[in-house]
């Protein structure tokens, strides 16, 4: 059902919101349950304390926008655009994130657990503070993302190119890097417990100075 929407409506039962495009506007405490949202454009406004259970997001952007403290439980989320936005402080629960587009944006501070990260491109994007359960990032393309002072726990990299990315004091802890490049890339700090490095040189990163190997 094609959802109508006005800036009274908060919740969203499997509907379709479809070809909205909002500038300096206010889009905050919406709650999704399933149903869809696609072909939806942001820019300089705000999306906060959104709540999202079993929703689809496709073609997703947000530009300039303030989209923090979320909360996201098996949603899945294709052709996700997010430039010069805050996404901080979020819960994202069982979602999968399939060619993610992202630069010069935050998810500081917010916790991923149970969930699959597909052939995203980020750049300049920060995830300072985050907490990782059982996820996985597969043929993931990063310049200088940022993860200093993350927990990764039983959490897969495979594929990935990581390049100039930074896990200064970030935590891995019975994880695994398979065929993954890190040129460049900074684990300072960091601390390694039962993690794996399958076909994949971690003498490629540039600074490995003081690491923890447990």
């Known amino acids: 059902m094609e959802a109508n ?8 039962i499997q509907e379709t919101v479809s070809g ?3 500038t300096q506007a206010d889009f905050s405490n919406r709650h999704f349950i399933g149903g869809t949202v696609q072909s939806f454009t942001m ?14 997001f496709q073609n997703f952007s947000i530009d ?13 989320w294709s052709g996700l655009e997010v430039r010069d936005s805050f996404l901080t402080g979020s819960h994202f629960s069982g979602c999968t994130f399939e060619a993610t587009k992202g630069a010069l944006s935050s ?3 917010s916790v991923f657990s149970d969930c699959k990260l597909r052939e995203s491109r980020l750049s300049e ?10 996820c996985r990032f597969e043929q993931e393309d990063y310049f200088f ?9 039983e959490t897969k990299f495979v594929g990935c190119r990581l390049q100039k990315a930074i896990f200064r ?3 891995f802890i019975r994880c695994s890097f398979e065929k993954c490049t890190l040129s460049e890339s900074v684990f300072h700090k960091a601390r390694l417990i039962d993690t794996q490095w399958i076909d994949t040189d971690i003498k490629q990163a540039a600074n490995l100075d003081m690491i923890r190997y447990e």
């Open 169 to 171: 004091a970030a935590t």
């Open 125 to 134: 994007v920060s995830f300072s503070g985050t907490r990782w359960q059982n």
């Open 5 to 12: 929407l006005n800036q009274d409506r908060t919740i969203f």
């Open 20 to 22: 909205i495009s909002l």
């Open 64 to 76: 300039h926008v303030l989209g923090d403290q979320g909360h996201y439980q098996d949603c899945t």
């Open 43 to 56: 820019r300089e406004g705000r999306c906060r304390y959104l709540h999202a259970q079993g929703a689809r």
């Open 145 to 153: 993302v940022r993860f200093p002072s993350a927990v990764f726990l």
């Open 107 to 109: 998810f500081g501070l």
